[in-house]
């Protein structure tokens, strides 16, 4: 596992980089470079088989919302999930996530918070043990929405129907599942994000081209607040690539602070001044870390892992050990690896200053009403969306 740890820091290192520093750098890209080549082909004549029609789409029997990104991760797409569930269920829908369950090794079941606690297949105190992380935690937030996990989305989506009669479906990291037809796609772009992009995998960390950002009905800018200098120039931009699409700009806000061992929650203010050390294995470790910085906490370090990193009970001694000489006040960790996290800490020693799990939710700044609309649009179909395939070719 930590053999993986480093090749993937090193690849991240270049995929992230337009131009290399060394002659061993400049080796690897050109490797990589040339593995990206048929991944592109790939790519293009996947897209190509749905515009043109000869790959068969599945129309499920409700409408379905795609929430989606370009590259590997680091968006935000778990808050913006969040959030457009919320959004439509005060508007009287039922809503059902659909996951594909990424990082888990667990297959084919669901989720449903329920009471306060989480319920496995609909029982609830069952083991955890090899579900994905997004998938406990959206369950989690969102009380009372199933959440369907399975890699072929077509047939989860039937089960969901099936078993919980939704009015809506959001189809969670769906933009590149182009199986399930679909009446939204919204596209999360990070603020960061050079304006031509960055090289497709495995050279850099790009599903598809920037050009594909036209099959989007919506364009979310998130962690706005990381390049507000940019975000007119971005705007442009995105606006040229996608002319149909409507445009949204949010930033993820700090909700509060949770004591991972006592789950009492505090406003994230506490952090001013306080010296602290992060722990992550998210795909925006640096997003995370300015958003630390923005709430006036002094980063003294931050252990980052690979995105969906398995935590052991190793990890905890190690994190332990690291802390114990009292040169920080406190471990800050995201949710996401909480929830990973949690049960490494089970029957074993705590750790010598507390440990805080920052919770954050996505805030829209502008588009807001233009978000509504589109979301207002899907809700109030009632044909499975049928008429609507052609504008999600």
């Keep these: 596992m930590r053999r993986w740890h480093v090749l993937h820091d090193a690849w991240w290192r270049l995929a992230t980089q337009h131009q290399t520093h060394s002659f061993s750098d400049a080796l690897a890209c050109r490797v990589l470079q040339m593995s990206s080549v048929p991944f592109r082909a790939a790519v293009g004549l996947r897209n190509l088989a749905y515009d043109r029609g000869w790959a068969r789409r599945v129309v499920l029997p409700c409408p379905v919302i795609s929430v989606g990104n370009l590259t590997v991760g680091g968006t935000g797409k778990t808050a913006c999930v969040e959030l457009i569930a919320r959004k439509l269920a005060a508007r009287g829908a039922r809503v059902c996530v659909l996951s594909r369950g990424y990082g888990g090794f667990r297959r084919n079941y669901w989720l449903r918070g329920e009471g306060g606690e989480l319920a496995v297949d609909g029982q609830r105190g069952a083991s955890r043990e090899g579900l994905a992380d997004e998938p406990q935690l959206l369950a989690a937030r969102l009380e009372g929405v199933p959440v369907v996990v399975g890699a072929r989305r077509d047939r989860t ?6 078993r919980f009669q939704p009015t809506v479906l959001i189809l969670d990291d769906g933009f590149q599942h182009r199986r399930v037809a679909r009446q939204c796609d919204i596209v999360l772009v990070q ?3 050079p304006f031509g992009g960055w090289p497709l995998l495995p050279r850099g960390p ?3 081209p920037l050009s594909s950002l036209r099959r989007a009905q919506l364009v979310i800018i998130t962690k706005a607040d990381e390049a507000f200098e940019r975000l007119g120039a971005v705007g442009d931009r995105l606006h040229a690539l996608a002319p149909e699409a ?10 509060h602070l ?10 994230p203010s506490r952090l001013a001044g306080r010296r602290v050390a992060l722990l992550s294995s998210i795909g925006d470790p640096e997003g995370f870390d300015a958003t630390v910085r923005r709430l006036q906490a002094a980063v003294s370090w931050h252990q980052t ?19 114990q000489g ?9 949710e996401k690896d909480w929830v990973r996290l949690q049960p490494c800490t089970v029957n074993r020693p705590p750790l010598a200053v507390p440990l805080w799990v920052l919770s954050v939710q996505m805030k829209l700044l502008s588009g807001e009403d233009e978000l509504d609309a589109r979301l207002a649009a899907v809700h109030s179909r009632q044909d499975g969306g049928r008429a609507a395939l052609p504008s999600a070719a």
């Design 157 to 162: 989506g039937r089960q969901a129907c099936e």
């Design 191 to 193: 603020a960061r994000m």
């Design 206 to 208: 790009m599903r598809e």
């Design 246 to 255: 409507a445009l949204v700009t949010a930033v993820h806000e700090p909700r």
């Design 258 to 267: 949770v004591d991972g061992l006592t789950g009492a929650r505090h406003d």
């Design 305 to 323: 892992l690979p995105d969906h990193y398995r935590y052991g009970p190793d990890d905890w001694d190690a994190l332990r050990a690291r802390v």
């Design 326 to 334: 009292g040169a920080v006040e406190a471990v800050l960790t995201t």
